[in-house]
């Protein structure tokens, strides 16, 4: 008898969000024990929702989340149709904050600077 890849592995990766849930979804791929779209280790799941069942992801709303052609992880990101977005969050770049609030003009960084070094020094600066 074939003994289920998914054995003795965390039971974490097989939850659709999780960062080893690529690994869980080769996995299934290739044990022995699937047949088709159902898994015969372990109890059967008849509505699985944010998991990896069979080698086939689940979103949350129980329908099958597509892969992710760059990095291979389920996309579980709820569609937006007023966005376009390239790739799933897990290879999605993060977008710099505004300049503007990243940083401050040049009159309110000598102000808090002035304010910094009057805090600091032991003869403050008389006002």
Do not use: H
Not at 16 to 33: H, I, K, Y
Not at 88 to 113: I, K, L, M
């Amino acid at each position: 008898m074939n003994r289920p890849l998914c054995i003795g592995r965390p039971p974490e990766w097989w939850d659709t969000g999780d960062p080893g849930s690529r690994l869980a979804l080769a996995l299934c791929r290739v044990c022995p024990v699937r047949t088709g779209t159902t898994c015969q280790a372990g109890e059967p799941d008849p509505r699985p929702a944010g998991v990896i069942r069979a080698g086939v992801a689940y979103t949350e709303r129980r329908t099958t989340c597509p892969i992710c052609d760059r990095c291979g992880y389920p996309v579980d990101d709820r569609p937006d149709s007023r966005r376009q977005r390239e790739g799933c969050r897990n290879c999605r770049a993060p977008q710099p904050r505004n300049w503007d609030r990243t940083f401050n003009g040049r009159r309110q960084y000598q102000a808090a600077r002035y304010l910094r070094r009057k805090a600091t020094d032991r003869n403050p600066i008389p006002a």
